[in-house]
């Protein structure tokens, strides 16, 4: 199985690839003010094959609330990464997830203990409302690692309001970020 290194390396790839994120080693006082651990504004997507597709929105649909408070959606990453959580418990913070995906969960959970990654801290920034997905909130996430050496990154996601008032992460950004619905890597033999 692959470390969660192996993971964290593969998102951050993902998201530098396409232009959605940032990695840095350097100490944060030889960073330049405008450093990569600053997320770009998602006013406009980074490139013609972004996830989100159209230009987000800033003008909240007329009948819904408004934007969330940033807590709303890094208390939903939080859960997600958090080791203690069983995936059964977590299915209600991905949308359209099903009991399949509760292994997934589980395996990213223990990848992220594993590697010495928790505790995580998440950061929200840039939130918009999705043009392309009504009532969907677009937000710049920085996730920080309890390692100093891994650094952080920056990556776009996507949330989805339930009919409880709370969030989910939308299904695409999970598959993104999170591999489900893929089966565990078997071991080389």
């Not at 710049?140 to 989805?160: C, D, H, L, R, Y």
Request: hydrophobic share 40%; net charge negative; charged share 15%.
């Amino acid at each position: 199985m692959p470390s969660f290194s192996t993971k964290v390396l593969s998102a951050v790839a993902i998201a530098a690839a396409l232009g959605l994120g940032a990695c840095s080693d350097e100490p944060e006082q030889a960073r330049p003010a405008a450093s990569a651990t600053t997320p770009a504004p998602l006013e406009k997507p980074p490139t013609p094959t972004a996830p989100f597709g159209p230009e987000p929105s800033t003008v909240p649909p007329a009948d819904i609330a408004p934007l969330p408070a940033p807590e709303a959606l890094t208390d939903v990453m939080v859960r997600i990464a958090d080791p203690a959580v069983p995936g059964g418990d977590k299915l209600n913070l991905v949308q359209h997830a099903t009991p399949a995906d509760a292994e997934a969960l589980d395996r990213f959970g223990r990848a992220l203990a594993d590697g010495g990654y928790t505790p995580l801290t998440f950061e929200a920034h840039e939130l918009v409302w999705s043009a392309e997905n009504r009532g969907n909130v677009l937000a710049n996430i920085v996730v920080k690692t309890a390692n100093p050496q891994t650094g952080e990154f920056a990556f776009p996601m996507e949330f989805s309001p339930t009919d409880t008032g709370s969030w989910q992460l939308t299904r695409e950004t999970a598959d993104m970020l999170l591999q489900l619905g893929q089966p565990a890597p078997t071991p080389p033999g």
